[in-house]
């Protein structure tokens, strides 16, 4: 079945620190896979996507994913946190079956950022 | 350019009732899909339409209806509403409806059920 995993549920950084956010996923086929930002009663914003190619991609707010096909990860990393990173963030992979695509997410991960 | 637009922003209605929801995608996208966040889950598909037609459906009961205009505005319709129909509802526009299509979501439509 296809599905996403995010492990980690709430991460607390404090600002500065690098973070690493993991995300594994589920799916037969070439994934496309994604990863969003959410505040707090807002909708998604996306950060990054890996279709092909390079497997480190670069997004925007300084975020990067690696795409690691042997582990089924697609980790989200930051070199330096800011206060206003403080956010949910969510790992999606794109699905095409019966003629249309939709989005798998995970659960979300919450982070919050110490001063 | 105007992004995904939503309206109502929020929407408090009781149980057995019904709601309607509207989304407007972005200029030139011609899908619009419909998901639904619980409070502390991550979104779940409800319907992908395309050129006005639904072209899937998520795991969602009959309840849930939905339609594309001309214009390629939505509405996604709850009938006889549940206090568990309670959650943001997103939707998001992409060009197309193929895999590598990116969706662009909306700030979404908050409904409580009371």
């Known amino acids: 079945a296809q599905s996403v995993t995010q492990p980690d549920i709430h991460i607390t950084v404090s600002e500065g620190a690098s973070l690493e956010l993991r995300c594994n996923y589920s799916y037969g086929a070439t994934p496309y896979l994604f990863w969003y930002v959410q505040s707090p009663g807002q909708g998604l914003q996306l950060l990054l996507k890996?279709?092909?190619?390079?497997?480190l991609v670069q997004g925007i707010k300084g975020f990067e994913a690696e795409f690691k096909r042997s582990q089924s990860s697609f980790n989200l990393r930051k070199p330096s946190v800011h206060w206003s990173d403080a956010a949910e963030y969510f790992c999606a992979v794109a699905t095409f079956s019966g003629g249309y695509n939709k989005l798998i997410f995970g659960a979300g991960t919450r982070l919050a950022v110490h001063p | 350019d105007a992004g995904v637009t939503q309206s109502p922003t929020h929407l408090i209605k009781t149980r057995g009732q019904h709601v309607t929801l509207r989304c407007s995608p972005i200029s030139g996208h011609k899908s619009v899909s419909w998901y639904q966040q619980v409070l502390g889950q991550g979104p779940q598909f409800i319907f992908q339409y395309y050129e006005k037609e639904e072209r899937g459906r998520g795991n969602f009961p009959d309840r849930f209806s939905a339609r594309q205009f001309p214009n390629y505005s939505s509405e996604l319709n709850v009938n006889a509403l549940l206090l568990g129909d309670s959650a943001l509802y997103l939707c998001?526009?992409?060009?197309?409806?193929?895999?590598?299509?990116?969706?662009?979501f909306g700030p979404g439509t908050r409904l409580t059920v009371l």
């Open positions: 998001a526009s992409s060009l197309n409806r193929g895999q590598n299509n990116e969706q662009f």
């Open positions: 890996y279709f092909s190619g390079d497997t």
